[in-house]
């Protein structure tokens, strides 16, 4: 009679294997002009005075007409020498820093593009680095396709082995693979605030709901508010050139905080694709949790575990080797498997260090 438990699998099965299906048909972009808009460059950071500096030494070292593109920092708050540092740079034309005038991310990128002159608008995280194309890159994109929002690649710059590290490298890819495939669909499910364009009117429009209440959010609920307007077009721009490395957490206790505010945001989700995948993923490892723990009590549920784990692992394989090709991390997949026996206890410890039961 357990077997019938496998039903639970369906949901996760069919949303998966269908965002890979979409995955499948992505093809890089190539500049093929010479874009002539003008872009606002946004830097919202608080307490980064030893990763700013090279930030923006990479823009300074873009191929984009100085002319064309300027950059705002916005200092949130910081104890360290973050402004001071951001004031004084002088290798980027058009570069000028402020003070966040409330408190937060999400106040910073609303102070930054108070004073913002581009029609298109580039958030970016202090601790990320890119390649001399990048700005140029996401300007030709833009000019092509005219999207109220761009999706931008993000990867882990990870140092060092172990299995913590990949581990957290394949978690993250499957993430791009999940923001990659459900915006080539049409029907995109997150985006990361790391790397995102997006018009100045689209902002001016959705940008004052965005939870200021949570810590976290302000890529997806601005995404999600744009998306719910019907003649809103919001593009993945797959591209080398546009992407960007952002810093990996060094320790297992960063990174399960980190997850924490980012599934802390869930319940306040208005998408309803997004809530069904939730939902849908939610299921399917705790249906795989479940059975393994069972498993221990009752070798008759031994084969039913196997079922649930193997199923399960199709979508997520297919995901991921898709994902980890096109960033030539395919030796990653070797940690497949011992990452799909940890990851539901992953799951629970992220649960556990969710802000909400630490009463912060």
């Known amino acids: 009679m357990h077997w019938f438990l496998l039903i639970f699998l369906i949901p996760y099965l069919y949303r998966l294997l269908k965002l890979y299906r979409s995955l499948r048909g992505i093809k890089p972009y190539f500049v093929s002009n010479n874009p002539g808009i003008f872009?606002?460059?946004?830097?919202?950071?608080?307490n980064e005075?030893?990763?700013?500096?090279?930030?923006?030494?990479?823009?300074?070292?873009?191929?984009?007409?100085?002319g064309l593109f300027e950059v705002?920092?916005?200092?949130?708050?910081?104890?360290?020498r973050t402004y001071a540092i951001a004031a004084a740079f002088s290798g980027i034309q058009n570069l000028r820093a402020y003070?966040?005038?409330?408190?937060?991310?999400?106040?910073?990128i609303r102070t930054g593009t108070k004073t913002a002159s581009g029609e298109l608008i580039v958030t970016v995280d202090a601790d990320t680095g890119m390649k001399a194309g990048w700005l140029r890159t996401i300007a030709s994109f833009y000019e092509h396709n005219r999207p109220e929002m761009i999706i931008c690649p993000v990867i882990l710059e990870v140092s060092g082995g172990g299995f913590f590290r990949r581990f957290q490298e394949l978690e993250f890819l499957g993430l791009q693979g999940i923001t990659a495939g459900s915006a080539e669909a049409g029907d995109p499910l997150m985006c990361n605030g790391a790397n995102l364009a997006f018009t100045s009117g689209a902002f001016q429009k959705h940008g004052n709901n965005l939870h200021d209440e949570l810590a976290s959010g302000d890529d997806v609920f601005?995404?999600?508010?744009?998306?719910s307007e019907s003649c809103s077009v919001i593009r993945w721009l797959e591209s080398e050139e546009a992407t960007v490395k952002a810093a990996a957490a060094?320790?297992?206790?960063?990174?399960?905080?980190?997850?924490a505010r980012w599934i802390s945001k869930a319940g306040f989700y208005t998408d309803h694709s997004t809530k069904i995948t939730a939902a849908a993923t939610l299921t399917a490892v705790l249906l795989q949790l479940g059975t393994m723990t069972a498993s221990f009590a009752d070798n008759r549920f031994i084969l039913l575990a196997g079922a649930v784990l193997f199923l399960k692992s199709i979508p997520d394989y297919l995901i991921l080797r898709n994902t980890a090709t096109r960033y030539n991390k395919r030796s990653l997949l070797r940690w497949f498997?011992?990452?799909?026996?940890?990851?539901?206890?992953?799951?629970i410890a992220v649960a556990f260090?969710?802000?909400?039961?630490r009463g912060i």
């Open 337 to 347: 498997v011992p990452s799909q026996l940890v990851y539901p206890f992953y799951v």
């Open 250 to 259: 060094s320790t297992i206790r960063a990174f399960l905080r980190q997850r």
């Open 39 to 46: 872009v606002s460059v946004i830097i919202a950071c608080r």
């Open 49 to 66: 005075e030893n990763n700013l500096p090279f930030l923006l030494k990479d823009i300074s070292e873009q191929d984009y007409p100085p």
């Open 99 to 108: 003070k966040n005038k409330g408190k937060g991310k999400k106040s910073a």
């Open 222 to 227: 601005l995404l999600h508010n744009i998306k």
């Open 72 to 80: 705002i920092v916005v200092d949130d708050n910081s104890s360290d």
């Open 353 to 357: 260090n969710s802000p909400y039961r």
